[in-house]
């Protein structure tokens, strides 16, 4: 088998008139192998990046209004639906200014819901004043003796015939809310006095606020099964007692199971005299 001598051996190159061949510097192949990739990776990011900024523009470029340069959205397609229903935000529009700049977002401003305006009064005429709720003024006439009625005379309540205006007056109390039982009745006078039971005896008295004072001027109506559509009044701190007219003397007595005392005891509150 013939040698090749076309190369000497890596040990003894200096053997017959081969020389190392030294106008080449080693690894100069892969170091431009090497460079070619490294162009040819970056000419495709470049155009990566380009393609993107491109795709970037093309919806913006559709958004300029040809004539005037003006932003407009109305050629611009919703990309979000509002929820339905009221959703108590403040609608959103676009702001008509100067063109944007390529590839910015478009601007929005929030524009506040218009509120009602207020009404004002009109000068020289004063606001119509809130209706009050009419009092109910009652007269209390007995019904055994129905020509006679409550009627305040020296402080104290007795069964009277009416006289004259003065006697109408006396005789219509203004019918509230019990003062220590809502559900119940409290009578007062013209003068400002309610009617309360002091030792056992129906007067007239300025109101003095202790919580005795309200419950003796406190009287809850009962149906009386004597008469038909007359009432009784049950004392609040006394259960059991009514007041009752008795020498013509308006009085607070325990309950009894008589005829007299049921007519007695029954009056018919209708409305004020007076």
Same mark, same amino acid.
């Given at each position: 088998?013939?040698?090749?001598?076309?190369? $000497?051996?890596?040990?003894?190159?200096?053997?017959?008139?081969?020389?190392?061949?030294?106008?080449?510097?080693p690894?100069?192949?892969?170091?431009?192998?090497?460079?070619v990739?490294?162009?040819?990776?970056i000419?495709a990011?470049v155009?990566?990046?380009?393609?993107?900024?491109?795709e970037?523009?093309?919806?913006?470029?559709t958004?300029?209004?040809?004539?005037?340069?003006?932003?407009?959205?109305?050629? +611009?397609?919703?990309?979000?639906?509002?929820?339905?229903?009221?959703?108590?935000?403040s !609608?959103?529009?676009?702001?008509a200014?100067? !063109?944007?700049?390529?590839?910015?977002?478009?601007t929005a401003?929030? =524009?506040?819901s218009p509120k009602? $305006?207020?009404?004002? $009064?009109?000068?020289? =005429?004063?606001?119509?004043?809130k209706?009050?709720?009419?009092?109910?003024?009652r007269?209390? #006439?007995?019904?055994?003796?129905?020509?006679?009625?409550?009627?305040?005379?020296?402080?104290?309540?007795? *069964?009277?015939?009416?006289?004259?205006?003065?006697?109408?007056?006396?005789?219509?109390?203004? +019918?509230?809310k %019990?003062?220590?039982?809502?559900?119940?009745?409290s009578?007062?006078?013209h003068?400002?006095?309610?009617?309360?039971?002091?030792?056992?005896?129906?007067?007239?008295?300025?109101n003095?606020?202790?919580s005795?004072?309200k +419950?003796?001027?406190t009287?809850?109506?009962?149906?009386s099964?004597?008469? /038909?559509?007359?009432?009784? *009044?049950?004392?609040?701190?006394?259960?059991?007692?009514?007041?009752?007219?008795?020498?013509?003397?308006? #009085? *607070?007595?325990r309950f009894?199971?008589? /005829?007299l005392?049921?007519?007695?005891?029954?009056?018919?509150?209708?409305? %004020? *005299?007076?």
């Amino acid at each position: 088998m013939p040698e090749d001598k076309s190369r $000497p051996p890596q040990d003894r190159p200096w053997e017959n008139g081969w020389k190392l061949d030294t106008s080449r510097t080693p690894g100069t192949r892969r170091l431009y192998l090497a460079g070619v990739l490294a162009v040819a990776t970056i000419i495709a990011c470049v155009a990566a990046i380009a393609a993107t900024d491109n795709e970037v523009d093309a919806p913006s470029k559709t958004a300029k209004d040809e004539g005037s340069g003006l932003i407009s959205f109305s050629s +611009q397609p919703a990309t979000t639906l509002p929820p339905e229903g009221e959703s108590g935000l403040s !609608p959103v529009s676009p702001t008509a200014g100067a !063109p944007r700049q390529q590839g910015s977002t478009p601007t929005a401003r929030v =524009t506040a819901s218009p509120k009602p $305006p207020r009404s004002t $009064p009109t000068k020289g =005429t004063s606001p119509k004043p809130k209706p009050k709720p009419s009092a109910t003024y009652r007269s209390v #006439r007995s019904v055994n003796y129905p020509d006679r009625y409550w009627h305040v005379n020296d402080g104290y309540v007795a *069964l009277d015939p009416v006289r004259g205006s003065e006697s109408r007056e006396d005789s219509t109390f203004k +019918q509230v809310k %019990g003062l220590a039982n809502s559900s119940c009745y409290s009578f007062t006078t013209h003068d400002g006095k309610y009617l309360r039971h002091r030792n056992f005896v129906l007067r007239a008295d300025r109101n003095d606020g202790s919580s005795l004072f309200k +419950q003796d001027a406190t009287f809850c109506p009962r149906d009386s099964s004597y008469y /038909s559509g007359a009432k009784m *009044l049950e004392s609040v701190n006394y259960p059991g007692y009514f007041l009752r007219h008795k020498n013509f003397v308006v #009085r *607070l007595e325990r309950f009894e199971y008589s /005829s007299l005392y049921l007519q007695d005891s029954s009056f018919r509150l209708v409305d %004020g *005299l007076a």
